[in-house]
């Protein structure tokens, strides 16, 4: 198992899903997910600290692990088969370990509300991971290439503002 942690989460342009990008401790290596908008907002929510009026789904889930005596120990987002991850919540009960079942996307929701580390097989990273490319444009350039303005620009043109 090797620890990780929530480096961002990406919106697509093209769909309504996101990429949560899990980035591992000790290296660059970076573990994008596709979730979808419900369950990104339910992370964001935490990690943000928003405050909500009434108890989402996934403060609900870690109320009842609580009152049934358990706590959230880790997480573990442990295959990838046929193109899709799978994860395993796993809750300490009065020391015996449960382990359950869980999309990835709603492991890491409650990884981020109970405040415990979120893990991902070695296999998983070995064959999904992947190194962020480098920055094409440093912030430290003094210019832009052309040809990006003008890409930027033709873009700009297409934009009605007065909508």
Do not use: C
């Not at 020391?95 to 991902?120: E, H, T, W, Y």
């Amino acid at each position: 198992m090797i620890q990780v942690v929530i480096d961002s989460i990406r919106v697509s342009l093209m769909s309504p899903h996101r990429v949560i990008l899990l980035k591992e401790i000790d290296s660059e290596r970076q573990l994008p997910i596709w979730i979808g908008p419900f369950e990104t907002d339910a992370i964001v929510v935490e990690l943000q600290n928003v405050e909500t009026a009434r108890p989402l789904t996934h403060d609900l889930l870690i109320s009842v692990i609580e009152e049934l005596g358990g706590v959230v120990s880790h997480v573990l987002v442990n295959e990838l088969k046929e193109d899709y991850f799978t994860a395993r919540v796993f809750i300490d009960q009065n020391g015996k370990l449960i382990d359950i079942d869980a999309r990835p996307s709603d492991a890491i929701a409650l990884a981020v509300r109970a405040k415990v580390p979120i893990f991902v097989a070695k296999e998983v990273l070995d064959e999904a991971g992947v190194l962020p490319e480098e920055e094409i444009i440093s912030i430290d350039d003094d210019q832009i290439p052309e040809d990006k303005l003008d890409a930027f620009a033709d873009f700009m043109d297409t934009l009605d503002l007065d909508d």
